[in-house]
């Protein structure tokens, strides 16, 4: 089976996470796997299966790189098996005033996209890293702790979410789930 692993990232989490779903199928016999950047992405018709993978960045959105990825290749993905991931802090979500954000609900509104429902789907963990990220990015981020959260903080607080053991038990149940 040719495997095809397409991500995009900001900060670089997601396209660790690749690589780590890349590394566990690597495992099984009889599997080639290709990890590209969602700008490098080569032609689909070269693969039986395909995972597509984002994070949760600015208004609980996928990135729009993958958006506009899995629009463009809509039929072409109709005819594979399609694995999706979104890498995100919120992994559980909540309910707020009538409205469930979060969590599952940004798997829903990714698998959504597809003409043909995804094989399967899973939120993985993410992580913030405080020095790298942009000012802008910050402050909105600042925001959301002190506004939203009601903390009261001068920095963004280090997160990590990401989990190794998750990823390849993901990696491995696309695999299961990809040859029934
Ligand atoms: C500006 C900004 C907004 C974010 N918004 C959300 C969000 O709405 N929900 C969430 O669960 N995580 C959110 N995150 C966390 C990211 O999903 C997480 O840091 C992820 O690992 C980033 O992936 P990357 O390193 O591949 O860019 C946000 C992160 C940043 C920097």
């Known amino acids: 089976m040719r495997i095809l692993i397409i991500y995009d990232t900001v900060y670089g989490s997601t396209a660790q996470i690749a690589g780590w779903i890349a590394e566990r199928l690597e495992g ?30 600015r208004s609980d959105q996928i990135l729009e790189s993958i958006k506009g990825f899995v629009a463009k290749n809509k039929e072409a993905l109709a005819e594979k098996k399609v694995g999706i991931f979104v890498v995100a802090l919120d992994t559980g979500g909540a309910y707020y005033f009538g409205r469930f954000i979060g ?34 990015d910050r402050e909105s981020l600042l925001n959301f702790y002190r506004r939203v959260k009601g903390m009261e903080v001068d920095e963004v607080p280090y997160r990590c979410s990401m989990d190794k053991l998750e990823v390849w038990e993901y990696a491995a149940r696309f695999y299961r789930y990809a040859n029934r």
Not at 30 to 43: G, I, L
Not at 103 to 131: C, D, M, R, S, T
């Open 28 to 57: 099984f016999a009889e599997v080639t796997v290709t990890v590209a950047k969602v700008s490098e992405a080569p032609n689909l018709a070269d693969y039986d299966a395909v995972i597509i993978g984002s994070p949760i960045y």
């Open 103 to 136: 969590g599952p609900e940004y798997l829903k509104e990714f698998a959504a996209l597809f003409a043909q429902p995804p094989i399967y789907g899973k939120v993985l963990g993410g992580e913030l890293v405080p020095p790298k990220l942009s000012d802008e």
